[in-house]
């Protein structure tokens, strides 16, 4: 197998393989909280924080675990570590920011089953990453979690002004501007390789 | 048990099959709904493999429920979870390794399902074995029957077969859009579109109804 370049490894991770649009992980706050932006873009870096941890852990154990023999232990290893590096970012945000803390409710634990997490522990473990690139691997990821996010939830707020018809309202008319959306990200495949 | 305001074992079952449908009504566990479902059998090994875990899972948080300290119930709903994922990982890679193949990491991503830990947390911790089971197997079956509906129409507009028999002739263009990305979300949004439409047209009809009988009387 040909390493891939850390250069190649952010730009897939950011556009043409987005985890949100392309690989369909992290729907659900994708789809939860992107009602305004100004709630998208701190939950994006929040996540993206947990990812890092997770990657950096994930990593560590990885090698801990393939030395003691215990794969099969290691999606166990993975998820408990999720679990406390959540639990950390949830009581610093709620030390810093108690409004903040507040508006994002449940999707703050709930990050703990954000598949984008576990996603990059299990793709770069599946895909035999050394340690650069996992961490770059890992931030991209978070980045263009962020970045899609954002993304939807500008669109929404200009949408709420429009006049859209009764059917379409919730949840149908989300997932159609997301699959906007991730049509336009599919013109960035083949960038990165 | 013998209360009245308990649901019967039959009630429990069909809670999730259809009325509150985890997909298409409570949108639980996306990811895995978006990802595998490019085809229909994909659809159907995925969505019995979550069945498999809700349900074992559920049955195993139920038992523990008065053993689980409130305070770390999260953490160990998690750690039953992912040993049932892991027994369900080994498993079908034992059993076929082509459709561990298809299926990927989504397998061991079974975890991070929002639905299976929401089952655990808001039905089967509060009350016993038998009717915690059957309630996540009729969630898991109602899981795998929305999976399938979506899988099978991107299969059929997309690569213009259905359980991979061919359903036009070797003229048949596919429509390709819809086995990539953007087509799980098309087809998800296009489903919630029919039944709001079906809704509404019932409502219509209701409401048309009842006017007829008021003017009748």
Redesign the interface.
Known sequence: MVRESLGQILLSTILSGNFV????????P??GVTHSVSLAFPLGLATTFVIVIASLSAYVLNIILSMLHLE?LR??CY??VI?SAVQLVEMFVKKRSPALFRAMGIYL??I????A???VA??QT?RDYDFAQSMTFALGGGAGFTLALVMLASVRERVQLSNVP???Q????T??L???L??GF?GFAGLGG | MMNTNVPSTWEEFTEGLWERNPIFVM??G??P???VTVSAINSISMGLATTFVLAASCWLVSLLRHAIPKEVR??SY??II??F??VT??AIQALSLSLYEAL??YI??I????LV?GRAEAHAAKVSPWPATVNATGMGLGFTLGLTMIGGVREILGNGTFFGLSLFGEHFQPWV?MV???????V??GW??VF??WR?RKARLAAASAEGVQHGA
């Open positions: 649009l392309a690989m369909f992980l992290g729907m659900c994708f789809l099969f999606l166990i998820i408990v679990a634990p709930l703990t089953t954000n598949c997490v576990l996603g299990l793709f599946a009764d059917m379409m919730g949840t149908a008319l997932l159609m997301a699959g906007i991730s049509l599919m | 949108v639980l996306m990811c709904t978006m990802a999260i953490a998690i750690g992912a040993t994922v892991t990982d080994y990927g990491a061991q991503l975890v991070a399902n929002c830990l859009v990539l990305p953007p087509g799980g979300f098309f998800m949004g919630l579109l709001a439409l509404a």
